[in-house]
């Protein structure tokens, strides 16, 4: 079957401008996570989505990065006014629950801001 | 917070060498370990899982793992490793924490 997917898969954007990524998770997983991974540092936790209850924000790095599931489905992830430093693979993983799955992850969009 | 720890960073290897990859857990919480594996351009891929039960868990590939309670340490073996073990290894714990990962570097 259809694993998650995310788009673009590259994005190249100017300081200052705002970027939209967004994942399509694998059909009737409930659970949604965002991670950055970021060269020799692992992979960081941003946000994750658990069915209709209220995400869990804590990892998002600053008020700049936000994210939205609609209908329990795709994630879109907004990062505004982007810096240098938010460079990085962005990935997005989900699984059918929270905390006691494996999580399947998509491939990544890489993000490069000049 | 919860946190793991991956303490080899960087680890070559020749083909035929033994692993034993590191990996440690803070105590306190639910104890579900995980090892994912990002083989060069590809997608991060469940190696293997402990919830409970017997803390020898085996996975895919030849890889397997011993869960620890007393050291709080869950380290990834392989007997013999190949060339396409090449790879990044990433220790998780419960869904959101995850190591620093393990560069694993095998020279045929």
């Known amino acids: 079957g259809a694993g998650v997917s995310q788009s673009p898969s590259n994005k190249v954007t100017e300081k200052g401008k705002d970027v939209e990524l967004r994942c399509d998770p694998i059909?009737?997983?409930?659970?949604l996570y965002w991670y950055r991974q970021s060269l020799g540092q692992g992979l960081e936790f941003l946000i994750y989505?658990?069915?209709?209850?209220?995400?869990?924000k804590s990892g998002l790095p600053s008020d700049r990065f936000s994210a939205e599931r609609t209908g329990g489905s795709v994630s879109t992830l907004t990062i505004q006014r982007t810096q240098q430093e938010d460079s990085a693979v962005y990935l997005c993983?989900?699984?059918?629950?929270?905390?006691?799955?494996?999580?399947?992850f998509g491939p990544g969009t890489r993000l490069t801001v000049t | 917070a919860q946190s793991v720890s991956q303490h080899n960073h960087h680890v070559i290897l020749s083909e035929a060498a033994s692993l034993e990859l590191g990996c440690n857990y803070s105590?306190?919480?639910?104890?579900?370990l995980f090892w994912y594996v990002q083989y060069p351009g590809q997608h991060l891929q469940l190696l293997l899982k402990?919830?409970?039960?017997?803390?020898l868990v085996k996975g895919i590939k030849g890889f397997e793992a011993e869960f620890i309670k007393s050291k709080f340490s869950f380290n990834l073996r392989k007997p013999s490793v190949q060339w396409s073990d090449t790879a990044e290894y990433f220790c998780?714990?419960?869904?959101?924490?995850f190591g620093s990962g393990t560069r694993l570097q095998v020279q045929p």
């Open positions: 989505f658990q069915g209709n209850s209220a995400p869990d």
């Open positions: 998780q714990r419960r869904a959101l924490t």
């Open positions: 402990y919830f409970s039960g017997d803390p």
């Open positions: 105590y306190g919480g639910t104890v579900n």
């Open positions: 059909s009737g997983h409930t659970a």
């Open positions: 993983a989900s699984s059918p629950t929270y905390g006691w799955d494996e999580q399947y």
